[in-house]
């Protein structure tokens, strides 16, 4: 069965670092997206993807991030200079398309992120 | 805005049933889902019931709708060791970008 995979799972980076996180979507999905959780709390949507743009982005989703589909099969999150406050599991999801009236967002298995 | 809201832990016996609360503040929330997370795992979805439906049932899951309180329960019947797990409740409103508003999650442990 298809299904969303995230690299890596674990990441701990230094305070003011870049990192990238990166997902593989399921083949022939359209819609992309990024979710954290910081620990204890609940998940938050940051940003959705589709057609090459951002489509909607949360207020977490400030400059110091950005996402992209570099090779039509990765789609990454980039942490510019992460801070303490990044420290979080991010979920990569991804969705087929709008055609249908209901249609399911698949989630990888999250990474976590560490800052320290 | 949106707010979603679970209580954060449930303990059964197994074979007893289980019931999961969400309360939920849009309005206007098309889909609200049931989502499972097991340890080192990621969010699976177990079931979703469209906001003009009161219940839904699906096996041992029965999803319950309260429109006017905005209120959505799921109930586990025969409830096994393998349920254990943290259950999100989740909402989205339709649109292009569809994101989903998640709670808190209960984490529902079952003991023998």
């Known amino acids: 069965e298809p299904e969303v995979t995230q690299t890596p799972s674990h990441q701990v980076t230094q305070m003011g670092q870049e990192v990238i996180l990166r997902c593989v979507p399921i083949?022939?999905?359209?819609?992309f997206y990024w979710y954290r959780q910081i620990l204890g709390q609940k998940v938050e949507f940051l940003v959705s993807?589709?057609?090459?743009?951002?489509?909607?982005k949360s207020e977490i989703f400030d400059d110091q991030f950005s996402v992209e589909r570099p090779d039509g099969s990765n789609f990454t999150l980039k942490i510019r200079s992460t801070k303490l406050e990044d420290s979080a599991m991010y979920f990569c999801?991804?969705?087929?398309?709008?055609?249908?009236?209901?249609?399911?967002?698949?989630f990888g298995p999250g990474t976590r992120l560490t800052v320290l | 805005g949106e707010d979603v809201e679970q209580s954060l832990f449930l303990s059964v016996r197994e074979g007893d049933s289980s019931v999961i609360n969400c309360t939920y503040t849009?309005?206007?929330?098309?889909?609200l889902y049931w989502y499972k997370q097991e340890p080192g795992a990621g969010l699976q979805l177990l079931t979703y019931?469209?906001?003009?439906?009161d219940m839904k049932q699906d096996q041992r899951l029965t999803v319950l709708l309260n429109k006017k309180d905005k209120h959505l329960s799921l109930r586990i019947a025969d409830t096994q060791t393998g349920d254990s797990a943290i259950y999100f409740c989740?909402?989205?409103?339709?649109?292009?970008?569809?994101?989903?508003?998640f709670g808190t999650g209960t984490r529902l442990q079952v003991t023998l």
């Open positions: 019931i469209f906001s003009n439906m």
């Open positions: 849009d309005s206007s929330s098309t889909y």
């Open positions: 993807f589709y057609n090459n743009e951002i489509s909607e």
């Open positions: 989740a909402e989205s409103i339709r649109s292009t970008a569809s994101k989903l508003t």
């Open positions: 083949s022939n999905h359209l819609y």
């Open positions: 999801a991804s969705r087929a398309s709008t055609e249908s009236s209901y249609n399911e967002q698949f």
